[in-house]
C-alpha cells in the first residue's frame, strides 16, 4: 500500500492581489529596462519603446501569473 501525495489545485487569486502583483511587476520592469537603457546608452525611439514595453509586460505577466515564485527565482538569480 503506497501513500500517494495530495494534490492541491492553487487558489484562485482575488482581485486586489492581481492589482498588487501588477504593479510591483511594472515597477520592476521599469527599473530593469532603465538599468538596460543606461547601460547600452540608450536606443533609438523605437528600441527604447520596446525595451520598456516588452520588460514592463514580462515582469507584469511573470509577477501576476507566478506570484511568489517569480521573486523568489529572481532573487535566487541575483545571488
Keep these: 500500500m503506497s501513500i500517494e501525495p495530495r494534490i492541491y489545485p492553487d487558489p484562485e ?4 492581489t ?3 502583483r501588477g504593479i510591483c ?8 529596462a532603465l538599468a538596460a537603457w543606461f ?4 536606443f533609438g525611439l523605437l528600441g527604447t ?9 514580462l515582469c507584469t505577466v ?8 517569480f521573486w523568489n527565482g ?3 538569480r541575483r545571488r
Excluded at 13 to 16: A, H, L, Q
Excluded at 25 to 32: C, D, F, P, S
Design 62 to 69: 511573470g509577477a501576476i501569473r507566478h506570484g511568489d515564485a
Design 49 to 57: 519603446a520596446v525595451l520598456f514595453a516588452a520588460s514592463i509586460g
Design 13 to 16: 487569486i482575488d482581485r486586489g
Design 39 to 42: 547601460r547600452f546608452r540608450g
Design 74 to 76: 529572481l532573487l535566487r
Design 25 to 32: 511587476g511594472a515597477l520592476l520592469g521599469v527599473v530593469l
Design 18 to 20: 492581481k492589482i498588487v
